[in-house]
């Protein structure tokens, strides 16, 4: 008997080992073998990666991204990695190189599940860095501090989205994407590239352009940094064939409905989100970087597709579109064009074709220039949102749909006869001039003569120029700067006009000049509202005026900001913050601050009455890229008080330890930090009850177009009481 059953068990186990052996063998025939042209774009797209996964080694993905790749979705309103895209693509790599355990999420958040399902065996491993409302120049914070902890093998980057949003430059855009691509291909780490899922700006089928333009620039920043990228909103603008109609606009409005379907909530869900995809869109994405990573773009257009653009009558610019057939088949269907980006708008974007193998048609649109919100046009002239300052090419997107399919189309173009690239983006150490450099582009392909005026806030230069075919030539003017003494901060417009053929064009800039602070000099703060109407802030609060006041004291153990509160008082709720305050700091050394980099916002929240205040979590980089320690916020201290005159005093202290990278050289003028400051005072309205933090009980020192964590968008505090009149003049 004991026999019988040892036999058993033997032959028990062989079957069984068979099974699995066989098992094996059928997944392994499945995934394998690859072609000779997959191991070949595997190779030059992700070498390490594919060099691991061939060895069964363990490989690690890390995502750097906004809350689309964070997961935040439509579905659940939940942050869900392991349903995402990046995991969605994980699990095709680790179904295709046999990792039969599947992906597993490294550090998820609470109550995140770290797998999909409780397969056993080796894994894909993911860490998801990503953060809702961070743009490209978050990454540098990330990719100079904690983005190679886990040593990943692929670094994956999406961004886009909230620069469109923000209508951020393409040029911060490109510089933060370089430097996150340098840093990682210095490290010997792969890098694929995504292009942000298309969104919807504004109702009806022209909004759905808005995050092209950064889409098409990732592409060229991808091109000649030679590394993997995928254009996920192309991908999810392709829908399939519409039936044809001859009212354009109808025909096209049957392709954005099924582009809706990207966006398509739960019925109890009640609220409407453009931006993040569901998770069956998740899912698309996902397969799309799979696929275009192992057998390329498959999807060969049946059109292509160009533009010319130019200056015409009331500052308007006109395109002409070219529209081949290069399919073996007539095609009939439409083409809408789309907004570009908040700058320009179609007049009359809907158009047909019925075209036959190889013919072209062309279309003859214009687009007005947008103008930027809260103007009172009978007071002042209109203003329009400003062209990309540092990128002087159309970027301009059109919606193709005919029978067969249907998905998104990009023109890059030079603007004719002539395009303007602004070069200056932060000037420091302003005394009475401000210098701004650009330079002019013929866009055209023959050489053009004209004239140009440029002009800030009031002050004007002209001249003449000659530019050769394709050419690019710099110029610069030099203005007299003289603020007010008792301002302490100026809002500005500057703009070039040019005159070509009889035709006029102008090219917009902002700006804003902000005196350097000192150590022990008080200053007021502006009101948000106030500063914004007015266009510059005062350097100190009238007699009986009501405010806030801002003193800089330095020591060799902090950095101490005084607050002083005068004719207002903070709101007593029953529960909650009466008070948050937002503080910026640049605290690289001499060399970098100031410049292009990442910061980030130091929160501090307070109820009404006397006490110690709480202070936000503190990720490394608070401080500046390079900032690469975890610093212990309970020692970065805020403090209420009430004064002896009973007004109220707000004092925050940093300790100097940590800004360990900068030089700390007291009393030294070019010893300089950036800083930003950002005071809410809680409200409560009368006719709700409700809790509110508005912008008119809102107080700042500093206020431009830049991001508030980008450093550029600082003013500085030098740490010194020898004053001198400096200033800091930001141009976006």
Not at 119 to 131: D, H, Q, R, S, V
Request: aromatic share 10%.
């Amino acid at each position: 008997m004991r026999k019988y059953f040892s036999d058993r068990c033997r032959l028990f186990a062989s079957v069984l080992f068979f099974v699995l052996a066989s098992s094996v063998v059928v997944k392994h025939a499945v995934a394998y073998p690859l072609t000779d042209e997959e191991r070949a774009r595997l190779r030059a797209a992700i070498p390490r990666t594919f060099a691991k996964l061939e060895a069964r080694q363990q490989v690690t993905i890390t995502i750097l991204g906004d809350s689309v790749s964070r997961v935040f979705t439509p579905d659940d309103l939940a942050n869900q990695t392991i349903h995402g895209m990046h995991a969605q693509f994980a699990t095709r790599l680790a179904t295709e190189f046999f990792y039969p355990g599947g992906v597993r999420v490294i550090n998820p958040l609470k109550d995140e599940p770290e797998k999909r399902d409780a397969t056993k065996g080796a894994e894909i491993y993911l860490e998801n860095l990503a953060i809702p409302g961070h743009s490209a120049i978050d990454a540098v914070q990330r990719i100079t501090t904690d983005a190679f902890l886990q040593d990943p093998d692929v670094v994956m980057i999406c961004y886009g989205i909230n620069e469109s949003v923000r209508d951020s430059g393409l040029d911060t855009y490109r510089r933060a994407l370089e430097l996150c691509i340098d840093t990682c291909q210095q490290r010997g780490v792969d890098v694929i590239l995504l292009g942000p899922n298309i969104i919807r700006q504004s109702p009806g089928p022209t909004g759905w352009g808005l995050t092209r333009a950064h889409a098409t620039k990732a592409a060229e920043i991808a091109k000649s940094k030679n590394v993997f990228f995928v254009d996920l909103g192309r991908g999810l603008s392709q829908r399939g064939g519409i039936p044809f109609n001859k009212d354009a606009q109808e025909g096209i409005s049957a392709y954005t409905d099924r582009l809706d379907v990207i966006f398509k909530r739960a019925p109890e869900i009640q609220v409407e989100d453009w931006l993040h995809p569901n998770h069956t869109a998740h899912s698309s994405m996902g397969d799309q970087i799979y696929r275009e990573l192992m057998k390329g773009r498959v999807d060969e257009e049946p059109f292509r597709l160009t533009t010319q653009t130019r200056f015409a009558n009331d500052g308007q610019v006109a395109v002409t579109v070219l529209l081949r057939n290069v399919s073996k088949q007539a095609r009939r269907g439409s083409l809408t064009a789309l907004a570009m980006r908040r700058q320009l708008s179609p007049n009359d974007p809907y158009q047909s074709f019925d075209l036959k193998p190889g013919e072209s048609k062309t279309f003859s649109l214009t687009y007005a220039k947008v103008p930027s919100p809260g103007q009172d046009e009978q007071k002042e002239p209109t203003k329009f949102y400003a062209f990309d300052p540092q990128d002087s090419k159309m970027r301009l997107s059109y919606l193709v749909a005919d029978e067969d399919q249907s998905s998104i189309m990009d023109a890059v173009s030079a603007l004719e006869p002539v395009g303007v690239e602004w070069k200056t983006d932060l000037l420091t150490n302003v005394t009475n001039s401000v210098r701004l450099d650009w330079s002019f582009v013929n866009g055209s392909d023959e050489a053009v003569t004209g004239r140009y005026v440029a002009q800030l806030d009031g002050n004007r230069t002209d001249g003449q120029f000659t530019l050769d075919q394709g050419q690019s030539k710099s110029f610069y003017a030099d203005f007299s700067f003289a603020p007010r003494p008792d301002v302490v901060r100026q809002r500005m417009e500057a703009s070039i006009t040019l005159e070509v053929g009889g035709r006029s064009f102008e090219f917009n800039r902002h700006i804003e000049a902000t005196r350097d602070l000192f150590l022990t000099e008080k200053v007021a703060l502006s009101n948000y509202d106030d500063y914004l109407a007015k266009g510059s802030g005062a350097a100190e609060l009238s007699a009986g005026e009501k405010g806030i006041t801002l003193r800089a004291d330095a020591d060799d153990n902090a950095l101490y900001l005084t607050f002083d509160f005068e004719g207002i008082g903070l709101q007593k709720l029953p529960s909650g913050s009466s008070l948050i305050a937002d503080l910026s700091i640049d605290g690289r050394p001499a060399n970098e601050v100031r410049t292009f980099g990442a910061v980030d916002r130091v929160r501090f929240t307070s109820a009404a009455d006397d006490g110690f205040g709480e202070t936000g979590h503190m990720r490394p980089g608070f401080f500046g890229n390079g900032y690469d320690k975890k610093v212990d916020e309970r020692y970065v201290i805020s403090k209420i008080s009430t004064r002896t005159d009973l007004g109220r005093r707000v004092l925050v202290r940093i300790p100097r330890k940590y800004l360990f990278r900068h030089e700390w050289a007291l009393d030294n003028i070019d010893s300089v930090l950036g800083l930003n400051v950002s005071l809410s005072l809680a409200t409560i309205d009368p006719q709700t009850g409700e809790v509110g933090f508005p912008a008119s009980s809102r107080y700042v020192l500093s206020s431009s177009g830049y991001y508030f964590r980008d450093a550029r968008s600082l003013a500085t505090l030098r740490l010194t009481n020898a004053k001198a009149p400096l200033w800091s003049v930001r141009v976006w």
